[in-house]
């Protein structure tokens, strides 16, 4: 984090869940990797060598993130994936063992079942449970010494589908089966709506409550999809009239290099006090390095696949371009280069 010292950055996010597993000593779930003895990359086995480590001589990965962010002068948030595990096949069913939590495996009933029946890899928000699981995840952390928390509901849609909570809902508001329209029919919204509005105010209230503990304010932020927000259950609109938001992160589902309209999002929050960022992702061709893959270049039977990044001059011209739509800054993911943090709000 000190190398962002003296840089334009003024808020680290810290996501500290992988799948449903921590990156900290958490009583809620576990920490990433424990229990395994083979894993299914180099890094995955790194990962869970220095967390267990650290772990085991008491020191909380959280509290040594937001002190350094601190001591750069920059405001730390935890950041919860909203809906973060891995199907249960992947690569060769190593990875959901490596980052899916024991509450995922053991509640399959919890998660979203299609227009068919089949059941899905995510949870769905319909069930209390899930909801209750992610809650207790944000009372942990937010007794660390953090400035905020962040939503990213980027990662990873969806939260709703057919499983029967939402589908006799549907039913009861419209008489008619729910297995008849399609899963971003517009009649969802609202349905979806107030539970996941139940939920953003169940974390705003758990920041206030901490923040009076701690006599300071903490922030709530989210990240979302210009044109998806609907159908994943954000309803942007009553959260920002409602005061529940310090800033809203606004993107695209997917690989960097995107454009799109941000003025309509920044009209939205005129009034509210949230700030509204440009959510910028980096990477614009390229993926994660698959356990396969990570096998043949330890080899020396494969180059490392290269990715194509948003360049410096790439970002300060998507940088004029949104100052001048009236966004307050811009969000970058999957950036780590320090050259790219200086001078963008110039």
Known sequence: MLAFKDTQVAVMEWCMIAGSRA??????????GDGMTEFPRRGDKLAHETLKRMADAGEHTLKIVADACHEAGIAC???LRVSGDYAEN???GSFPKFANSTFWWQHPEFRIVDAKGKTGTRFSFAFPEVREFKLAILREVVEADIDGINLDFQRHPIFFSFEKPMADAFKARYGIEAATVLQDDPRWFPLRFEHMTGFVRDVRKILDDAGKRKGRHLGLSVRIDWQKYPTWGCDIETWLKHGLLDYLVVGQYGLGGYDFDIAPFVKMANGSGCAVLFGEEATVKGHDRTAEEDRLIAAGKMKPVPSTLLTREHYLQRANKIRDAGAQGLHLFNE???PMFQGLAD
Do not use: C, D
């Not at 990156?23 to 990433?32: H, Q, R």
């Open 77 to 79: 948030y935890a950041s």
């Open 90 to 92: 992947m690569w060769g």
């Open 23 to 32: 990156n900290y000593p958490s009583k809620v779930t576990e920490l990433i």
């Open 336 to 338: 780590t280069r320090k």
